[in-house]
């Protein structure tokens, strides 16, 4: 039996802080509102979407000790690559003096968990180490004068180093879905900025995060109870509470990193479990649950046993 692990991880953020007092100078908005509402304080802003995932992507292959030549495929998650044509993966790819395929894969802020579900695919395919990057620079698509989406996004990356193991690995249990009928609750036209209807997207994630979740955990054969930490989409502290308390998980055992993120739509998860790694709450042996929701609407989730 051949499976996976995640091996190495690692995170990038602009240097440019923008507090929710900054943005209460230009737009009709206070920090308190905005924490009350989103748990967001700050956020980073600037850089490119392939400059943030070289960064990120380089961070876990020094930690999982590749060599840049033994990397078998490179998969950006992205809504916001750096230019129409050709894929940022062929660019990040590049930089980090890789030798193997690269593809972007856009799926929104669900995009690292789409990757990450992929990734073990290709695994189970032959073969052995990917690296799984989800990055976005969502500040250049945000109207920076709407204050009901300009409080929200931001720019980040985060990656993991996925490696072929002898046994089943790491993933337990797995979902993904989509539901295109949803699409126009969050859009952006190509070269325009993103429309939301916040409420609408409030309601849709919490109900697709705990659908998808509780199906990854039935199909890992286990129960809420077994699962040790949850890595959420970073979207809103309101939509992390109000999920965990429906799948009958403790809010304590949620990751949380938005307050000094925000929004990085695809970088959000391997950002949080970056954190988790290095703060040392991700324990070896536990059980962790990735759930991710974004525009389609998408959303997938995994379950892994935590083993790097
Ligand atoms: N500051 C102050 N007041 C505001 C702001 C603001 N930034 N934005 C809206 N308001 C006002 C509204 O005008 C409204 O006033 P009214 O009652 O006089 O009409 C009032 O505050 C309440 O507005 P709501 O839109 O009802 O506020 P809500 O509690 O729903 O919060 C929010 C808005 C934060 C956007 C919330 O709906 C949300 O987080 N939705 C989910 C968004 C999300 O997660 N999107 C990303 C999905 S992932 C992806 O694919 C990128």
Redesign the pocket.
Known sequence: MRGAQITGWGAALPEKVVTNHDLSTT????HD??VE??GIHERRVGGSTSGLAIEAGRLAMEKAGWEPSTVDLVILAT?TPDQQVPASASTVQNELGLTCGAFDLNA???GFAYSLITAHGFIQVGLSRILVIGADT?SRITDWDD???????ADGAGAVALEAVEGPGELLGWDLGSDGSLRHI?DADIGGY?N?D??E??RR?VRVMVSSGKAAIERAGLTPDDVDLVIP?Q??I??IESACNKLGIPLDKAVSVLHRTG?T?AASIPLALADAADSGRLQPGAIVLLVG??????WASAVIRWNP
């Open positions: 737009l009709d908005t206070t509102w905005i509402r989103t809504t929104v802020c669900s969502l204050r009901g989406t300009a409080i929200l996004f969050l993103l939301m916040g409420k997207v409030f994630a989409h979207a809103n309101r939509i929004n739509s929701f974004g525009a389609g609407m998408t």
